[in-house]
């Protein structure tokens, strides 16, 4: 059973990068798409963006001047970074592990609260 | 980009049947069967119930259904349990620069 577990700074500035990293435990990082979603306290969710094992990252157009999602393979772990942040990025950031092309996520993180705050 | 359409809550008594619909468009829920069914409770991280339209997850629960009728997909729990008691989004594949679109979320009330 994979297990996603995330880390990262809770609490940004405006104009500062949030940086989160997620370690996938107990499955293969091959064959999927490893992906952030984010949730506004009471909001629904949106899709930030993804990477697959082998391919390119692809990013929501809403974001993609302003996000980063990388992998390091030799240690199952993929990361976000989001600069220049705002306090409309304030949410619940969530990795997860998605089936390709049918974008379904059968397994999460435990979510990362980041709050943007002077 | 504009959010699949859900009703903003449901309601139910225990053992009922209740349905949750997600309208798109033909360029996501009419066009691919992509369509994904989440259940979050409070505090915790969304769970896949339905993938594919009308696929469950190995393990899940029978009373949890899916299904597809032109831009509008619908979950069906039958025999409500208090503990279905959650907000449901659904999300689908969908043919644009955003590939993957979100519903509002529906909160489902057990009576």
């Known amino acids: 059973q994979v297990q996603l577990q995330q880390w990262g700074a809770g609490l940004l500035k405006p104009s500062e990068t949030l940086s989160l990293t997620c370690s996938v435990y107990?499955?293969?990082?091959?064959?999927?798409?490893w992906t952030w979603i984010r949730q506004p306290p009471g909001k629904g969710l949106e899709w930030i963006g993804e990477?697959?094992?082998?391919?390119?990252?692809n990013y929501n157009p809403s974001l993609k001047s302003r996000v980063t999602i990388s992998k390091d393979m030799s240690k199952n772990q993929f990361s976000l970074k989001l600069s220049s942040v705002t306090a409309a990025d304030t949410a619940l950031y969530y990795c997860?592990?998605?089936?390709?092309?049918?974008?379904?996520?059968?397994?999460w993180g435990q979510g990362t609260l980041v709050t943007v705050s002077s | 980009q504009s959010a699949l359409t859900q009703p903003a809550s449901v309601s139910g008594s225990p053992g009922q049947s209740i349905t949750i619909s997600c309208t798109g468009t033909?360029?996501?829920?009419?066009?691919?069967?992509?369509v994904s069914w989440y259940q979050q409770h409070p505090g915790k991280a969304p769970k896949l119930m339905i993938y594919?339209?009308?696929r469950r997850p190995s393990g899940l629960s029978f009373r949890f259904s899916g299904s597809k009728s032109g831009n509008t997909a619908s979950l069906t729990i039958a025999g409500l349990q208090a503990e279905d008691e959650a907000d449901y989004y659904c999300?689908?594949?969908?043919?644009?620069?955003?590939?993957?679109?979100f519903g509002g979320g529906t909160k489902l009330t057990v009576l």
């Open positions: 997860a592990r998605g089936g390709s092309p049918a974008y379904w996520f059968d397994s």
């Open positions: 107990g499955g293969s990082f091959s064959g999927y798409s």
């Open positions: 990477i697959s094992h082998r391919g390119s990252p």
């Open positions: 033909s360029s996501d829920v009419g066009g691919y069967n992509y």
């Open positions: 594919e339209v009308s």
């Open positions: 999300s689908s594949y969908r043919s644009s620069s955003t590939p993957l679109l």
